[in-house]
């Protein structure tokens, strides 16, 4: 789920999904804000995208979604969170910070450290969002295989 307010998050997520693709794992993308949250639970992984707006804060379009987590038990759910900031701003990609603690505390198992974004995403940065990807599923097919023994 991604929310992008002038692309380059959506540039990301769009990013995502062709890697989670090209390791044959299907993958749905959708905007936080057009999101009914109860399909997470549908799902094994759930990868947010959020931008971050003025004074570090979690972008509007996803903040009810950012509450929302709050009172949510995900304990069956791997994630990662990435997303686009700007270096100008002191307060770097803090949306991203604050929803990995976030779903950090739904007992949801974090797949990957989070990774930040200067405003488009490069090259460099499709290398590192491809190593996030991984890391992801093999996290939660280290998961699985315990949880078979
Ligand atoms: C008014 C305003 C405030 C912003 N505040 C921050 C901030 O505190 N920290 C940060 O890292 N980026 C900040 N940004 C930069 C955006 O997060 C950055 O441009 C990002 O790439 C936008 O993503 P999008 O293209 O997906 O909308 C701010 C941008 C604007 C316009």
Not at 89 to 102: H, I, K, L, Q
Not at 123 to 131: I, P, S, V
Request: proline share 3%.
């Amino acid at each position: 789920m991604f929310t992008s307010m002038t692309g380059n998050d959506e540039a990301i997520a769009d990013i995502l999904f062709r890697i989670f693709n090209d390791n044959c794992v299907q993958a749905d993308v959708s905007r936080i804000e057009d999101t009914d949250y109860a399909c997470i639970t549908n799902y094994d992984v759930l990868v947010v995208v959020s931008y971050t707006y003025e004074d570090g804060e979690v972008p509007r379009p996803a903040y009810d979604f950012y509450e929302w987590l709050e009172h949510e038990k995900l304990s069956s759910l791997t994630f990662g969170v990435c997303g686009s900031g700007d270096t100008f701003y002191e307060d770097f990609c803090t949306a991203v910070d604050n929803f990995d603690s976030r779903l950090e505390n739904t007992g949801a198992i974090r797949g990957a450290d989070p990774v930040k974004v200067e405003l488009y995403p490069e090259a460099e940065d499709e290398q590192r969002l491809g190593n996030f990807v991984l890391s992801i599923l093999n996290t939660k097919k280290g998961h699985d295989e315990n949880q078979n023994v």
